[in-house]
Structures are given as structure tokens and as C-alpha cells.
């Protein structure tokens, strides 16, 4: 460099390799790259910047803002390599015999052009000088190329939704031939060949190629991943939902438009090459492709790349829409609205209503899958709380086969197109309010791999779906609270978002309501100074606080069995989506309301097991008076084998079960198996542990079992032991006990359970007779010193730190008060009192509204204990009406029968 300027260098930090690749800033449009690629050739004199020669341009450009890979320059290569690679290219064109003779073509504007061989760009020959020093001989430290820090690179997130639509797409193609041939010899070939024709003619209208043959497959080249990045803007199903519910409530016309050959009127930069299409090659040009001639025409794509759909209230401006349209593009009128990216529009104008749906699609998903009407059917496909971990993929080579021939991934991927796209099934009824709702939930922990907790959120506008989603969350939540507020977080996002789309359609919402079956989450999200148990907690959930303190939108609280979003957060039976009223078992009641007659009862077990044993739950069902009940459920930690379960007389889980009493057996039978017509009614067999030590109950069917009348296994125990039963048939005789009394003395226990550390205890009813009063006596230790409020809760669902057990159990619908108040909720107890050193003990505490037997029994509801005072329903809180502003729940336990 010094000898060919003459002058002595100063700073050789400039310098780079001659001849590296670089890339050097554009500033074109903000679609476009942000960087061309060029090879590094020198300086240029009194310039401040790198001479660049641009390969795709062929022109030499200036440039300080250059970006060099130099490292790629190491890798060395003989000159036997590139005259193979010579070959290689040479081999994968194909020329005529013939001399080479020029191809001339009119372009669209009517001149005359003539094509070129441009072969030298794709081969290249050149000799590399030999020399004696070979890459090995050099000190390997001149060759070590560093690299900046970079950040983890995680797989984009629209990846993942182009899966979905993947394996959905073989079955929305509706059996399209996706070959020439196949068009042919289909039944409807002469269609296709009129279609093929239509095609090819609007090809030759636009002059869109010209043949060359001189190309070497330029269409293989791979520059980057994208090429240049081009790409389609699609618009999101929920946009699709809103303007379908918007045509409703408005009852707006609704068309359907569709542009033919709409990838012809895009703006290309570079030379597009494409082979001839099947069934129109030009003769004795066999070997030559389409060249794209470039034009000035532009692309529109509206909505989903060449689908449209036009809504107004007046069908003239649609047909005006459509002139506009046509004059610039070969439309398709498609009529009425009534298919869309595989979903199909139904339409009431009489009633005002619109359905998408997706039934043709689901029918060919069974089809496909081999799904017929002999097929088995189920309700659920998985029980409720039913998990899946990764301690469930199969460990031997022989599982690993088996799986290999089921279509686990397939089916689950087509199911989930279906889930994007139309389920819940909308349905948008007229007269149903513009305004927007929102709802949120979260699971807890639900994740067995990652302990990682859903969030799960649904909007509604016009009293239909129209947006919602399940995600799970991307950090690990240490309470429910956490959970459920990052799950408000994301639902205020979506808020935001769809407010702004109503907005622009024309549609105001002054502000958004989101409802929320957490109250200490709403607390959170509202506190703006209350840090101590939140600190830990990423600063983008706290957005939520900034949107509800402007008043964008307003969170709000709702009882979990009236939170639709809950079905996003984890699998719910099949009476959840009906007008069924929910109940426990022996452990944990599900509803406020009395034990219905002739309909669907709905019950749950919690299980316990000693410390680091068995956990999970069984769930109960019985559809009407005299139909059988039906159990699934989930359990691990289990030793592997076989165990026997049962039902037991009494509720009372204390002492390691040892006081749940003897099986039950109202009838003075004798022990047997299930299948046995003589046997006590709470012989349910043997639970089988796999060698991971879970259990599985899929669709258990037994016909002695009830969850109403006067044999209810309502607040009894069930049981499971180490060992197999031997249904009767070893050496161990059975014992009796008989059903609940009524007219005589009934004895009840609830055993009282905190969070780890806290709050124990036990607290003992007693009813004598169905009219008398019911006394309380108890003792409980590990309580905050002060008063705290105490209720019987509607549900005996004790799981998510007893958020599950449902609101104050109230079946005459009242308001809350005071133990001592007549009109109030059944389940108002009052404060319980604790000392300093955090004992409570109830003493003759008699109350003459609730009962252990009867229509609103509260055997097999939850007592719930709170963290702060009660109020009575005088406090003027927002929740003192409700639940006296008692605060959030500190321990609880299932009310069971106790051993008589």
C-alpha cells in the first residue's frame, strides 16, 4: 500500500482483506433489505470509504458503513475442487446440440430485445496459484478469527404457527390434484384443463415471461434464507371474527372477491426463472424456461393474500368496490360470503346471526385418520386434571416402534387448526351490545416438566367468541397469584390491541372490561406501591398496572364457575359446558347449589398420601338418580403394582386414613370384586401402578356407587391401599357399616391444611337430628394472631390453595352477614380468634343454618379460613356484601363424615 501511494501509513486499522465478501447499509424502503452483498476490491482516493463491487447490481459502489466477513476467506481451494465444481454446474444445464442462435421477443411496451447467453455468471474458471506454503505450514494463530458475543437465537414464534396451518393443509385442500397428471386423470380433468387455459391466458394478457435457455437453474440459488425477504401479509383469524360479528350486529352486506394470478402483479427486482408449465411447453423449445419480464405493476393484497371479503351496508358501494377492482385486476366475484381459509360463513339475516364452522374440515380429519361411525366416541378425550409429562414418552426400543406407527403428531396438529380458527364454535346474535369482554384464567404449576403454569384468555364481542388464546407462560410462578397475574397481563395486551381494532372500525370502546377469578391478582394489579412478594417478578407484567390505572381497561372479578377462560387453562368434564349443577365427593364439591335429582352430579377426590407419596385426583359423574357412575382420573408417585381402592364409611382422613372407618356397605354385604353383584358398595378393585408410578381411571364404570340419595358417597373417603385386594377371595374377611343417618345423630370433621408450615388443625360437627342446630367444637394452631373469617364455601375443591372451593355456599341467595344475622349466606360462620402464639379453638360454637343432612347438606363442601377480618357485610368494601372483605384464603379443608 505505502509503495503504490507513496506515503507512509499512519493507522492500518482500515485494511481488510482484498477480494472479502461484505456487506454494505442501503436505505431503501422499510420493506426492503438492509444490507447488499458485495466484494471488498480497495480504497477510493479522497474518499472516506470502502470500494465495494456489488454483485447483484454489477456496478462498483462507496460505502463507510461495511460490514466484512473475512473469515470466510480461510478455507482453501484447489483447482482440482473448482474444476469439479465446474462440472457439477456445467452438468446441470441442458443446451441443444444445435449452434447458438440469438431468441428475440416483443416485451409489453412493443420493442424489440434480444437475449444474451449469460452462463459466466453461474460458472466461473479461474487457476489458484500453487504455492510450496500450504494453509498448514502457517502459525495457526494468525488464522484465528473471533467472533462478537451474540444473543441466544430462539425459533420465531410464527414458526409455530405455520406448523398448525401445515398439517392442516392436506386435509383443506378438499382433494385438489396437486400434479399435472393427477389433474388429467381426475373426473373433473375437462375443468381443469378450462382453468389451466383461463390461467395460461391471463398469463400471456400480463406478458409475464419470455423463453430463454440460457439459465442454469438460477432458480436453486439459496441467497439468505428468505431470498430478499419477499413475503404475503395475511390478516389474523380474530380480525376475520370481529368483522363477521361487526356484520351481524349491523346486519352489513358480505361479499366475496378473489384476484386471479395475484403473485403476477407484484414489483420484482430480480430475474425470475420458472420451468414451463405441464401440458403448454412451446414446441422445439422444450428445454428453455420462463423469464419474468419486469413491468411497473403493483400488488394489493387485502385481507388474506388474493381472498377478499367486502362488507357494507349498502350492496351498491360493494358493487361499485367491485367495478374499481376489476379495472384494475382479473376478479373472481364469488358472490355471498361463504367459505374462507377453510372455515365456513353461515349466515341467519332473518334472526341476525353469522356461524363459522368447520364441520367439513373435522369430518375429513376422521376420514383421514380412519375415524368412521363404528368408531368408539367419547365425551372428554382426556379426564379432567389429567396430565401430560415427559416421564410418560416411551423409554424401550419396543415403545419407541410402536409410537413411531401412531400419528400422535398429526392428528394433534390438524385438531390445532381447528382450535386457531373456529373453536368455540361463533356465533354472533343480533341486538347483543358492541361492547367487548374479556376474560382470563391460569392453571398452576400444570406443567409436570417445566412446572410452568398456563394463561389462558377469551374475548367476546356481540355476545360471540372472538379472540382468545392458551399459552404456556414463559417464567415459573410461585403462587397462584403470580400465575393468574400474568395471565391478566396478557389478556390486557389483547385489549389494548382489539380496542384499537374496533377503533378503527368504527367502533368505540371507551374501555374494556376483563374479568378475573383471582382477587388477591386483581388486588396486585391495582396496588401500585405493594412490592414485598412481587419484586421478583419480570417488569413487563407490571404493564398491567399503567393500563388500569389510566382506565384503558378495567379488571374486574368473577367466580371461576361462571370464567369461560377456564377451559383454555386445563381439561374440564363434559358437564362444565352444559347447565348441569356441580358437586364434590368425599372431598371437594363443586357448586353452589343444593344436590340436584335427575340430572348430571359431578364430584372430585383430592388425593393425599404421606409425605413424598401418592398424589392426584379422581373425578365422579353420575347422570341421573339411577345411572351408573363413571370415574376418571390421575395419580402418581404410586409404588408399581397393583393396589386396591375403595370408598369408605366416614370422611375422616386423620391419622394416616386409619379413621375413614370400614368400606362402605349400606346393605350388610360381604367384601368382593366389582363385577360381583354381592358386594359392599365401596369395592371398587384394584388402581394399577406402571413402573413410573402413575395410575390412570379412563371412563371406570361401577354400578353400586352414588352420588345422591340416601346411600350417597358424598363426604366419605376413598382409600387406596398397598396391596392388590383379592376381591374376597383370600383370607381377609370384610367389615361392615352402614349409610348416612337421617333422623339420628350425625358427627362431621373437617381437617384444616395451610400452605407449607402454616395453618393445622381439625374442626369437629355434630347435628342431632335433621332440624337441630349444629355445634362446632376444634382446635387449630399455626394461625396469624387476630381475628379471621371462617365460611363453609359452596365447592369442596381444596386444590390452588383452596382458590378452587368456590364462593360462600348460599343456596337461598342471600347477602352476606354475621353468624347472628337471620337473613345471610347458610355458610357465614363468623371470625375465628387467635391467641399470640397462633392457637384457635372453637368451643360449643353452635350455628342454625347449616346442616350436615338434608338438600343443602355441607358434607363434602370446604371450610375455608382467611387471612384478615371479617366485616359482616358492614365494611363498605366492594366485596363486603360478598365475602365481608375477608381477604385471601390461608387454609381450608373438605367437611367429611366422621367414624360412628
Not at 431470498?227 to 383469524?237: A, T
Not at 379432567?384 to 416411551?394: G, I, R, V, Y
Amino acid at each position: 500500500m505505502e509503495i503504490w501511494s507513496g506515503k507512509h501509513a499512519q493507522d492500518y486499522d482500515s485494511l481488510r482483506i482484498f477480494g472479502c465478501p461484505a456487506y454494505y447499509h442501503v436505505k431503501d424502503g422499510k420493506l426492503d433489505p438492509r444490507a447488499k452483498k458485495a466484494i471488498f476490491v480497495g480504497f477510493k482516493c479522497g474518499v472516506k470509504g470502502f470500494k465495494l463491487w456489488d454483485l447483484e447490481d454489477k456496478k462498483f459502489v462507496c460505502s463507510r458503513d461495511v460490514t466484512f466477513d473475512e473469515a470466510s476467506m480461510m478455507k482453501a481451494s484447489s483447482s482440482q475442487q473448482v474444476e469439479n465444481k465446474t462440472k457439477e454446474v456445467l452438468q446441470r444445464v441442458e443446451f441443444n446440440a444445435t449452434p447458438y442462435v440469438p431468441v428475440s421477443c416483443t416485451s409489453k411496451k412493443g420493442s424489440t430485445m434480444e437475449v444474451t447467453p449469460r452462463v459466466e455468471e453461474y460458472v466461473v474458471s479461474f487457476d489458484v496459484p500453487q504455492n510450496e506454503e500450504t494453509i498448514d505450514d502457517i502459525d495457526n494463530d494468525d488464522f484465528i478469527a473471533t467472533k462478537r458475543p451474540r444473543r441466544e437465537i430462539k425459533k420465531p414464534g410464527w414458526l409455530t404457527k405455520d406448523m398448525v396451518v401445515a398439517y392442516a393443509l392436506p386435509v383443506i385442500d378438499d382433494d385438489i390434484p396437486n400434479t399435472f397428471g393427477k389433474a388429467l386423470r381426475s373426473s373433473g380433468s375437462d375443468q381443469w384443463k378450462l382453468v389451466m387455459e383461463e390461467e395460461m391466458k391471463s398469463l400471456h394478457q400480463n406478458q409475464t415471461w419470455e423463453l430463454t435457455r440460457l439459465v442454469a437453474k438460477g432458480f436453486a440459488q439459496n441467497e439468505g434464507i428468505d431470498y430478499n425477504e419477499v413475503f404475503s401479509p395475511v390478516v389474523k383469524h380474530t380480525s376475520i371474527r370481529i368483522l363477521l360479528a361487526l356484520v351481524a350486529e349491523y346486519e352489513l352486506e358480505l361479499a366475496q372477491l378473489d384476484v386471479k394470478t395475484a403473485f403476477l402483479h407484484g414489483d420484482m427486482k430480480q430475474e425470475i426463472y420458472m420451468i414451463q408449465p405441464c401440458g403448454f411447453r412451446v414446441a422445439g423449445k422444450e428445454n428453455h424456461v420462463c423469464r419474468r419480464l419486469l413491468d411497473e405493476a403493483f400488488i394489493y393484497l387485502l385481507l388474506y393474500v388474493d381472498d377478499m371479503l367486502i362488507t357494507s351496508k349498502n350492496r351498491d358501494e360493494i358493487e361499485r368496490l367491485k367495478k374499481q377492482l376489476a379495472s384494475e385486476f382479473e376478479m373472481k366475484d364469488l358472490g355471498d360470503a361463504q367459505r374462507i381459509l377453510g372455515m365456513e360463513i353461515r349466515r341467519d339475516k332473518k334472526n341476525g346471526s353469522v356461524w363459522l364452522t368447520q364441520e367439513s374440515y373435522l369430518k375429513k380429519v376422521l376420514e383421514r385418520f380412519g375415524m368412521d361411525d363404528k368408531t368408539k366416541s367419547v365425551c372428554t378425550p382426556l379426564a379432567p386434571n389429567f396430565k401430560l409429562s415427559s416421564s410418560s414418552c416411551p423409554r424401550s426400543q419396543e415403545e419407541r416402534d410402536y409410537m413411531a406407527r401412531v400419528p400422535y403428531a398429526s392428528v394433534v396438529g390438524s385438531l390445532m387448526y381447528d382450535v386457531v380458527c373456529t373453536r368455540p364454535d361463533i356465533s354472533q346474535a343480533k341486538d347483543c351490545g358492541q361492547q367487548c369482554v374479556g376474560y382470563c384464567d391460569s392453571d398452576f404449576a400444570g406443567n409436570l416438566d417445566k412446572r410452568r403454569s398456563t394463561t389462558g384468555y377469551v374475548f367476546t364481542l356481540g355476545g360471540g367468541l372472538v379472540s382468545w388464546r392458551s399459552i404456556l407462560q414463559s417464567t415459573i410462578a410461585l403462587s397462584t397469584t403470580e400465575a393468574e397475574y400474568m395471565a391478566a397481563t396478557e389478556a390486557v395486551k389483547e385489549a389494548i390491541w382489539l380496542k384499537a381494532l374496533l377503533g378503527d372500525l368504527g367502533v368505540i370502546q371507551e374501555n374494556i372490561a376483563v374479568f378475573c377469578d383471582n382477587q388477591s391478582a386483581i388486588f396486585l394489579a391495582k396496588n401500585q406501591t405493594y412490592h414485598a412478594r412481587t419484586k421478583h417478578i419480570d417488569v413487563k407484567y407490571h404493564y398491567v398496572r399503567e393500563i388500569i390505572e389510566s382506565g384503558v381497561v378495567l379488571l374486574r372479578k368473577i367466580d371461576t364457575k361462571d370464567n369461560p377462560s377456564d377451559m383454555l387453562t386445563k381439561s374440564q368434564r363434559c358437564s362444565h359446558f352444559g347447565d348441569d349443577d356441580w358437586l364434590v365427593v368425599g372431598s371437594d364439591l363443586d357448586k353452589s347449589s343444593p344436590r340436584p335429582h335427575d340430572n348430571k352430579v359431578n364430584a372430585i377426590a383430592v388425593i393425599t398420601g404421606r409425605e413424598g407419596g401418592p398424589k392426584g385426583s379422581i373425578f365422579f359423574s353420575q347422570d341421573g338418580d339411577h345411572g351408573p357412575t363413571i370415574l376418571n382420573g390421575y395419580l402418581h408417585g404410586l409404588p408399581p403394582g397393583h393396589h386396591g381402592f375403595h370408598v369408605h364409611a366416614a370422611g375422616d382422613t386423620r391419622h394416616e386414613c386409619n379413621s375413614a372407618g370400614s368400606h362402605f356397605d349400606p346393605h350388610n354385604m360381604s367384601h368382593g370384586g366389582k363385577e360381583d353383584e354381592h358386594r359392599h358398595v365401596g369395592d371398587l378393585g384394584n388402581l394399577f401402578g406402571d413402573v413410573y408410578g402413575n395410575a390412570y381411571l379412563s371412563h371406570f364404570l361401577d354400578n353400586k356407587i352414588r352420588l345422591t340419595g340416601p346411600d350417597s358417597i358424598i363426604g366419605r373417603a376413598i382409600v387406596i391401599h398397598k396391596d392388590q385386594d383379592d376381591f374376597g377371595r383370600g383370607f381377609v374377611n370384610s367389615t361392615k357399616s352402614t349409610g348416612v343417618p337421617h333422623g339420628n345423630k350425625v358427627n362431621a370433621i373437617a381437617v384444616i391444611t395451610g400452605r407449607e408450615g402454616g395453618p393445622k388443625g381439625s374442626i369437629f360437627f355434630y347435628q342431632d337430628g335433621d332440624h337441630g342446630p349444629t355445634i362446632l367444637n376444634g382446635y387449630l394452631h399455626g394461625l396469624p394472631p387476630g381475628h379471621h373469617g371462617f365460611h363453609v364455601h359452596a365447592a369442596g375443591d381444596t386444590r390452588h390453595e383452596c382458590n378452587s372451593a368456590g364462593s360462600h355456599f348460599n343456596p337461598h341467595n342471600m347477602l352476606h352477614g354475621s353468624k347472628e344475622d337471620e337473613h345471610r349466606h347458610a355458610g357465614d360462620l363468623g371470625n375465628l380468634i387467635v391467641d399470640a402464639y397462633g392457637n384457635a379453638y372453637l368451643s360449643h360454637f353452635l350455628d342454625n343454618k347449616i346442616r350436615l343432612t338434608g338438600p343443602h347438606s355441607i358434607i363434602g363442601r370446604a371450610i375455608v379460613i382467611h387471612k384478615d377480618q371479617d366485616d359482616f357485610g358492614r365494611g363498605g368494601h366492594n366485596d363486603s356484601k360478598s365475602t365481608g372483605h375477608a381477604g385471601e384464603r390461608i387454609a381450608c379443608g373438605v367437611i367429611g363424615l366422621l367414624s360412628y
